[in-house]
C-alpha cells in the first residue's frame, strides 16, 4: 500500500481547514456506504424494465484506432521525456494503430455481432480539416460509408453517435496556441459546422468534446499528454476555451443539420462525455476530506454546474479562480454523457511535496481491492454513487464510457454484471439513465500506455497479427446477454 507523508501540519494548514471547513458537509467528498452484494449482481436481470429506446453500445476514439494521422499526438508520440524515457510506453505509435481507416467494415461486422444499437465513434478533425477552412472531401466520403453501413445493419440500425473531438488537434490549430488559443471556439464550432452539413443527415447523436476535465488534467497539469504543460493557470485558460468550443459548436450544430436520421422528430442530440472518479477521504481527518471535497468539486461538478448554469466557473483553491458569463453554454446539452471507470481514495499533499503528476494528493491504494491491468481500482458502487449524485442536473444521462483493461479478459465478464448492476440499481431509484456504452468495442491504442491497455471486448494481436483481426473476448457473450434482455438479439 502507498501512503503519503504526515499530513500537513502547523498553523498554515490550520488556517487553510479554518477557512474552508464550513463547506465541508454530507456528500461530496463523504463517503456514501454502499457494498454491493455478489450474490445480488448474480441474480439479477441486467437491464430488465430499461425503457424503450434505451441505447445499449460501444465506444472507440478516431485516434486510437485509425492509424494514419497527422496530429499533436503524432508529433508527441515520437518524443520523449528529458530523462530519456519515451512520452508513450515502448515507444509506441499510431501509424497503424487498429487500422480501422482501412478495416472500419470489421468494427462494424464486430459491433453488429454484439447487437448494439449504438456506436459512439470519433471523427478526426485533422483529417477532415488539415489546413485551416480546408475540407478533405474524400475523408467525408470515407466516414459517411461508415455511418451508412452502421444505419444499414440489421435487423435493427446501429445509430451512430459521433463525437467531434477527443484529445487531438490538428497542426495548424497547435501552432496557433491549441485550446488556449482565444480563436480556438470559434475554428470549433466551423468545423462543428462543416461536419453537420456533411454528416447530418446520418447524425442525430453528437457529442462535440469528450472529457475536456482529463484533457486538461494530462495536458496541463501533470504534463504526460501534448502540450506537456504543468501549470494550472494554463489548464484553466484551456479549459475555459473548451466550454467556449462546446458551446459554440453545439450552437452551430443545431443550426446546420436540420435532418431527422432516425425519424424520431429530433434531428440533434447534443452531448458531452465527461469524465467521473469517485474522491474519497484517505482518513477522516480534515485535511484529507478537503481534498477529496475540492478534487470532486472541481473535477466532477464545475464543468456541468458551469453548463447548467451559462457561466463559466472554475475553482480550485488558491489555484485557479475563474467566474465569466457565458450565455451560450446554457441550453447546449441534451444529455449529459459520464464516462466512469475508477476511484480515488485520496490522502492530502496540499502542503507536502506535489510529486511526479503535480496533484495535491496522493493516491492511497488498498492491495486487498480488485484493480485493472492499468492499476485502476475496480469499484462498480461508484457508478451508482455517480449516477445518483448526477441526478441533480436537468438532463437524462448516458454511461458513454465504462471498461477495464484486462489482457486476459477473465475480468471484464463480471466487471460488465456489476456496473451494468450498478446502472439499473440507479434507475431503480428513479435516476432516468437512457443508455450504456462499453469502452471498448476493440484493443486500441490507450495514450501514454501504448497498446499495454486493453479495453476490447474484441482482442486485437497488434504485434503478431497483420491482419489485425478482431477476435472476440469472453464478455463478448456477456455484452449480448444484455442484447438479447432488450430484445436487440433473439433469445436463446
Ligand atoms: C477515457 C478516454 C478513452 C480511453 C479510456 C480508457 O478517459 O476517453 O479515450 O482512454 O479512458
Known sequence: MRRHGKGAQGPRAVALWLALAGSLGSGAGCRRAVTFDQADIDRHPMLAGAPPGF???????????????????????????????????????????????????????AAATLGANVYRLGVEWSRLEPAEGQWDAGAAERYREMLQALRAVRPHPIEPMLNL??????????????????????????????????????????????EPNVYVTKSYMAGQWPPGVKDPKRAARALGNLLRAHARAAAALRASDRADADGDGRATRIGLAHNVIVFDPASGGPLDRLIARYS???????????????????????????????????????????????????????????????????????????????????????LYRMLVRFREYPWPLIVTESGVADRAGTVRPGFIRAHVYALDRARAEGVNVIGYMHWSLIDNFEWSHGYEGRFGLFTIDFAGDPTLERRPTPAVATFQDLARNLGLLPSR
Request: aromatic share 12%; glycine share 10%; charged share 20%.
Open 55 to 109: 441505447l445499449l453500445g460501444v465506444a472507440t476514439s478516431a485516434h486510437q484506432i485509425e492509424g494514419g494521422h497527422r496530429n499533436d499526438w503524432t508529433e508527441w508520440e515520437k518524443g520523449s521525456y528529458p530523462d530519456g524515457t519515451p512520452h508513450v510506453k515502448g515507444g509506441a505509435t499510431t501509424e497503424r494503430a487498429a487500422d480501422s481507416w482501412n478495416l472500419w467494415p470489421k468494427d462494424v461486422a
Open 165 to 210: 473531438w477527443h484529445f487531438t488537434l490538428p497542426p495548424w490549430i497547435v501552432a496557433r496556441g491549441g485550446w488556449e488559443w482565444d480563436g480556438a471556439p470559434a475554428a470549433f464550432a466551423a468545423f462543428a459546422s462543416r461536419a453537420a452539413a456533411a454528416f447530418g443527415d446520418l447524425v442525430d447523436w453528437w457529442c462535440p468534446l469528450n
Open 296 to 382: 470532486d468539486r472541481f473535477y466532477n461538478h464545475d464543468i456541468p454546474d458551469s453548463i447548467a448554469a451559462g457561466r463559466i466557473k472554475l475553482s480550485l483553491p488558491t489555484v485557479v479562480s475563474v467566474d465569466e458569463a457565458e450565455p451560450e453554454l446554457a441550453g447546449s446539452l441534451d444529455w449529459l454523457g459520464l464516462n466512469y471507470y475508477t476511484r480515488r481514495v485520496v490522502a492530502s499533499r496540499l502542503f507536502g511535496d506535489r510529486g511526479p503528476t503535480g496533484a495535491p494528493y496522493e493516491v492511497v491504494e488498498d492491495p486487498a481491492r480488485p484493480h485493472n491491468d492499468l492499476g485502476w481500482e475496480i469499484y462498480p458502487e461508484g
